[in-house]
Nanobody, 122 residues
Framework: QVQLVESGGGLVQAGGSLRLSCAAS????????MGWFRQAPGKDREFVAR????????YYTDSVKGRFTISRDNAKNTVYLQMNSLKPEDTAVYYC???????????????WGQGTQVTVSS
């Protein structure tokens, strides 16, 4: 089992920044691909970004490229999502997830956090 706890969400004005953190405990964190997903009200959960276990490869959905950065610190068992130039359409609950396959598909991630709310005002 891996337990994931997100933090860092909040209310921010458009153009602002937030950094989300996801702290992991349990089984060896460094073995897992880590991803961030988000779900806006009335919409399906969507992929945002992912990072390999070593941190040497990252992948983003097109709508956040150039604005969001995913990173991880395996010594701290933590993955981050730095979000800059935030837009109202980024408003959602953000979830971190751990899996063994590098993919954008949520069904391949085994462990999920409880989510953290990000609200971007216009």
């Amino acid at each position: 089992q891996v337990q994931l706890v997100e933090s860092g969400g909040g209310l921010v004005q458009a153009g602002g920044s937030l950094r989300l953190s996801c702290a992991a405990s349990g089984r060896t964190f460094r073995n897992y691909v880590m991803g961030w997903f988000r779900q806006a009200p009335g919409k399906d959960r969507e992929f945002v970004a992912r990072i390999t276990w070593s941190g040497d490869y990252t992948y983003y959905t097109d709508s956040v490229k150039g604005r969001f950065t995913i990173s991880r610190d395996n010594a701290k068992n933590t993955v981050y999502l730095q979000m800059n130039s935030l837009k109202p359409e980024d408003t959602a609950v953000y979830y971190c997830a751990a899996g063994s396959v590098g993919t954008t598909l949520s069904q391949y991630y085994y462990y999920w956090g409880q989510g953290t709310q990000v609200t971007v005002s216009s």
